[in-house]
Nanobody, 125 residues
Framework: QVQLVESGGGLVQAGDSLRLFCSASGRTFGNYAVGWFRRPPGRERELAAAISPTGRSTHYVDSVKGRFTIDRDNAKNTVYLQMNNLKPEDTAVYYC??????????????????WGQGTQVTVSS
């Protein structure tokens, strides 16, 4: 079982940047694909970005392409989400999740194995 803790959220203005952190403890982190999900107010959760176990491959939802970057440091058991040029529509609770997988691809389905508690990101206009 992997325990996940997100941090780095906050209140920012449109155009600002934030860097989210997902710290993991427990089993070998390098065996897991990781996803950053977000749940905007009154809307369903969506996968914003995902990264393969080695970090070699990434995936982004169209609305964040060119603005968000997902990265990981397996030696530090940490995954990052760099968010630039934030927009009010990025306002959401952001969650990281892990999926145990034998394949070095981002996992794009919602059935992840473990989830963090989430961190709030609020972008004012």
């Amino acid at each position: 079982q992997v325990q996940l803790v997100e941090s780095g959220g906050g209140l920012v203005q449109a155009g600002d940047s934030l860097r989210l952190f997902c710290s993991a403890s427990g089993r070998t982190f390098g065996n897991y694909a990781v996803g950053w999900f977000r749940r905007p107010p009154g809307r369903e959760r969506e996968l914003a970005a995902a990264i393969s176990p080695t970090g070699r491959s990434t995936h982004y939802v169209d609305s964040v392409k060119g603005r968000f970057t997902i990265d990981r440091d397996n030696a530090k058991n940490t995954v990052y989400l760099q968010m630039n040029n934030l927009k009010p529509e990025d306002t959401a609770v952001y969650y990281c999740a892990v999926k145990d997988t034998d394949y070095d691809f981002p996992f794009l389905l919602p059935e992840y194995d473990s989830w963090g508690q989430g961190t709030q990101v609020t972008v004012s206009s």
